[in-house]
Nanobody, 116 residues
Framework: QVQLVESGGGLVQAGGSLRLSCAAS????????MGWYRQAPGKQRELVAG???????NYVGSVKGRFTMSRDNAENTVYLQMNSLKPEDTAVYYC??????????WGQGTQVTVSS
């Protein structure tokens, strides 16, 4: 059973930064096939960033240049450094698989709230 635990969210003013963490445990395929997703109130969950098979990271256009995804293979943890945060970044952030065609059980997510 895979367990994903996201942390690091909080309340921040516009222009501020947060660093999210996602610790994966259990029978994961690879920490290199992970992505970050977010779901804002009343909206569908969307991809924010994900590691692709070519060793690069894909980012949704709205976060390019502001967010950076990284990983610690030894700790089975992925991170999302979020800079220059905007109110429209407010959402619950989750990690899960990216590019594998299936999802692990979703974690509880971590709330990010950006005030204007």
């Amino acid at each position: 059973q895979v367990q994903l635990v996201e942390s690091g969210g909080g309340l921040v003013q516009a222009g501020g930064s947060l660093r999210l963490s996602c610790a994966a445990s259990g029978s994961i395929v690879s920490i290199n096939a992970m992505g970050w997703y977010r779901q804002a109130p009343g909206k569908q969950r969307e991809l924010v960033a994900g590691f692709n098979s070519g060793g690069r990271t894909n980012y949704v256009g709205s976060v390019k240049g502001r967010f950076t995804m990284s990983r610690d293979n030894a700790e089975n943890t992925v991170y999302l450094q979020m800079n220059s945060l905007k109110p429209e970044d407010t959402a619950v952030y989750y990690c899960n698989t990216y590019g594998l065609g299936f999802d692990y059980p979703w974690g509880q997510g971590t709330q990010v709230t950006v005030s204007s």
